[in-house]
Each structure stands twice: as structure tokens, then as C-alpha cells.
């Protein structure tokens, strides 16, 4: 039948895109779904500089697409489709996705995280007026503007750094005093003239009338709160595991994230789970290509046998 298949890879990020390269050259009929654009969290990175291979470091988005076109060319389908249930209890795994149902041997999960949502007063109304999750895709629209960056980790540092092409200033909002950010990174951000920093300080409210005027720090050490005009505020306080369709079907860890073991293999025999998504210790593109190869060469093992 038309909708059966040997490997059905849901998640179209650098680790499902990489499954499905080593599946399909392992001359097994694969299909990936992917319910937006390919590439992930890794397609919206301006630049990765970490991919071994790339010594002047490569756009996330480029990264992405070379993937992409890899896996297309030795046979991975792609379809543009959301994965709405699973059912993973016989040896058929049962798909059902906003484009039909699938079968397969195989299944390998990829669905990676997506951010956590801003929650405080006006974030809801402003967010997409001046609130972002994405500095690729927005920082274009702050040339010459204030902007605040929530978050200490990588994406933070990172992509606060980012800004500083359009931003008159960047000013990163960190709760505590220490950044969780790679040291490279940090220094970075540190010589940067246009960066500074409000450690100790966290974001209570957004104010602006249709777009984003002004922001409330408040600093968690001496309870003070100041109003800092800004237009722009991006957001990176880290991220959520895409496992909602899967709860009930293989363990999660307590925080959402699939469990595994040493072949990648989830609590449902057949049922394969790489890259962010996984409760793995390294959230990086190497480390999910490198786990969307191994559980790929798990998912061919465990067919054939
Ligand atoms: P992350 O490492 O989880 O960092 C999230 C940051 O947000 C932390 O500093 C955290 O503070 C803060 N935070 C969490 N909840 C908050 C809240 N409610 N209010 C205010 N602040 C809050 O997330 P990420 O930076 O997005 O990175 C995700 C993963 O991708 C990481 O493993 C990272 O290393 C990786 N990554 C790597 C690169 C790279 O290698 N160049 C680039 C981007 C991302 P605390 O520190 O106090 O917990």
C-alpha cells in the first residue's frame, strides 16, 4: 500500500534529516514528516560555528538546507504534515497525520523543543509587536532601537550578539549573576560595546500601545523594579520538549524529554528517539546528527531482526 513504509521519521530537524539520510541509504523506504519548515531550531540560528567541517562557521538555515537536499537525494519523502497520534503497541506502527494515515517497521522520533513562552502582563497582546523568539527573523526590524534579550544560555549570549548589527543596544536580563553560556561565547558578548548586561533581574511586565515601548526589571536581590524603554524584546529562557502527541505512549522523563537507551531505542520496541527531544546531556547540531545516525542504524538492526 502506498502509505506503508519501513522507517516513518517524525521531526524534520538536523537529526531527523540525518535518519533519514543513513535509513534511506540503507535502501529502506522512509518518509519524514514535518509539520513547518525543515531545519528546526538549527534553521532559525544565524550562524553555527561549532559544526566540525565549516571552519568560518555556516548559516544555520544553509546547514539545514544542504541537510535537507542530502536526504532528499538518496530518497527520503518529505511531507509537510503534523503528526496528530501514535500508536506504537503492535509491530505496525500506526501514524495518523493531518495528511492520512501511515504505517511502518520503524518509527524515529525527532520532534526536538520549541521556546518557553514569556508569561508575564502584556506578553501575550505584544508578542509578534515587538516580542520575539527569533532574532534571525526579527532582528532586521530593531535597527538603531534598544532591545532586551531574556536568558543566560548559549541561545541568549548568542543571539544577543546577533543583534548588535541592527540594535542601537542590547541589554541581556539574566535571573541570576552568572551566565550558563559557553566562555567563548561570553567574552564575546562582554567586548561587545553595544552589549550590556542586568544580572540578578527578571521581566514582569511588557507595556506599549500596539508595539513594545517599555519593559519592567525587576531585580530579585533587592526587589527594586525599573521601567527600561525598549522596543524590542527577545526571548531565550530556555525550551520545551515537543512530546505532547507521545505522552502515554513511551516514558518521558519528568520534564517532558524522551528516555532512551544506549541504541536509542524508547520504552516501545521499534520506537527510536534522537537529538533534542531525547533527555540527552548535549544539546548541539553534532549531537543530533550524531544520534539521528545512530538511531537510524538501530532502527535498520532492529528490522531486520
Ligand atoms: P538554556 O541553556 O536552557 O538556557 C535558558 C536560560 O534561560 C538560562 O540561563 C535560564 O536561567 C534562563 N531561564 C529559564 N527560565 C527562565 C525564566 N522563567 N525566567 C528567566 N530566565 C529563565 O536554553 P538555550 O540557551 O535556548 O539553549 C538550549 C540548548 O541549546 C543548550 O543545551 C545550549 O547549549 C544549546 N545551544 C547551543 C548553542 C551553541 O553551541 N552555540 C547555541 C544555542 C543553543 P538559569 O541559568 O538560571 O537556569
Redesign the pocket.
Known amino acids: 500500500m502506498a502509505n506503508e513504509y519501513d522507517v516513518i521519521v517524525i521531526g524534520g530537524g538536523p537529526a531527523g534529516l540525518t535518519a533519514g539520510l543513513y535509513t534511506a541509504r540503507s535502501m529502506l523506504k522512509v518518509k519524514l514528516f514535518e509539520k513547518e519548515g525543515v531545519g528546526g531550531q538549527a534553521a532559525i ?1 544565524d550562524y ?3 559544526f566540525p567541517g565549516f571552519p568560518d562557521g555556516i548559516s544555520g538555515f544553509e546547514l539545514s538546507d544542504k541537510i535537507r537536499k542530502q536526504a532528499e537525494k538518496f530518497g527520503v519523502e518529505i511531507g509537510y504534515a503534523e503528526v496528530t497520534s501514535v500508536d506504537f503497541s503492535g509491530s505496525v506502527k500506526k501514524i495518523t497525520t493531518t495528511d492520512g494515515e501511515y504505517e511502518a517497521k520503524a518509527v524515529i522520533i525527532t520532534t526536538g523543543v520549541r ?2 513562552k514569556l508569561d508575564v502582563p502584556g506578553a501575550a497582546e505584544l508578542t509578534g509587536r515587538g516580542i520575539s523568539y527569533c532574532a534571525t527573523c526579527d532582528g532586521p526590524f530593531f535597527k538603531n532601537k534598544r532591545v532586551l534579550v ?7 549570549v ?1 543571539e544577543a550578539v546577533y543583534l548588535t548589527r541592527f540594535a542601537s543596544q542590547v541589554t541581556i536580563v ?3 549573576d552568572e ?2 553560556t ?1 566562555k567563548i ?1 561570553q567574552e564575546r558578548a562582554r567586548k561587545n560595546d553595544k552589549v550590556d548586561f542586568m544580572f540578578d533581574s ?1 521581566l514582569t511586565k511588557v507595556s506599549g500601545d500596539g508595539l513594545v515601548s517599555g519593559a519592567v526589571v525587576k531585580n530579585v536581590k533587592t526587589g527594586e523594579e525599573v521601567t527600561v524603554p525598549v522596543n524590542g524584546i527577545f526571548v ?4 520545551l520538549p515537543n512530546t505532547e502527541v507521545f505522552n502515554g505512549k513511551i516514558e518521558l522523563d519528568e520534564k517532558g524529554y524522551i528516555v532512551t537507551n544506549n541504541n536509542l531505542m524508547t520504552s516501545a520496541s521499534g520506537v527510536f528517539a534522537a537529538g ?1 527531544v531525547r533527555n540527552n546531556p ?3 547540531v553534532v549531537t543530533a546528527t550524531g544520534e539521528g545516525a545512530l538511531a537510524a542504524v538501530s532502527a535498520e538492526k532492529y528490522i531486520e531482526s
Open positions: 540560528t553555527i560555528e561549532n521556546p518557553t531574556l536568558g543566560g544560555g548559549n541561545s541568549a548568542e539574566h535571573r541570576r551566565l550558563r559557553d561565547l527578571v531565550f529562557i530556555g525550551n533534542d548535549l544539546k548541539q
